[in-house]
């Protein structure tokens, strides 16, 4: 069984940044797409990033673009999201996921695999 667990969230004032990380328990890392969801309180959980096996290509939502950047290192069998410029509106719990194969999907039915989530408070 895959096991993903994301850690680095916390609170933060609006334009600070923060860096998420989120391990996998599977070394064959390399076989997995993997994106950063959120869910705010009172809403769905949305797409944020994802990056296909080698980091090679990347997508964002519109909200986030060119705020975060997400990246891995399959060496270390982990996910980063790197948060800058944060907003009132970034407040959400994140969670990791991947799916087995290259194929990106922005669609969180497509992923298998989730973490337990990490929070992440913006402040003014």
């Known amino acids: 069984q895959v096991q993903l667990v994301e850690s680095g969230g916390g609170l933060k004032q609006a334009g600070d940044s923060l860096r998420l990380s989120c391990a996998i328990s599977?070394?064959?890392?390399?076989?997995?797409?993997m994106a950063w969801f959120r869910q705010a309180p009172g809403k769905e959980r949305e797409f944020v990033a994802v990056?296909?096996?080698?980091?090679?290509?990347?997508r964002y939502s519109y909200s986030v673009k060119g705020r975060f950047t997400i990246s891995r290192d399959n060496a270390k069998t982990t996910l980063y999201l790197q948060m800058n410029s944060l907003t009132l509106e970034d407040t959400a719990v994140y969670y990791c996921a991947a799916r087995a194969g290259t194929f990106i999907s922005l669609a969180s039915t497509d992923y298998n695999y989730w973490g337990q989530g990490t929070q992440v408070t913006v402040s003014s």
């Open positions: 599977d070394r064959t890392i390399a076989y997995y797409a």
């Open positions: 990056t296909n096996w080698n980091g090679a290509s990347t």
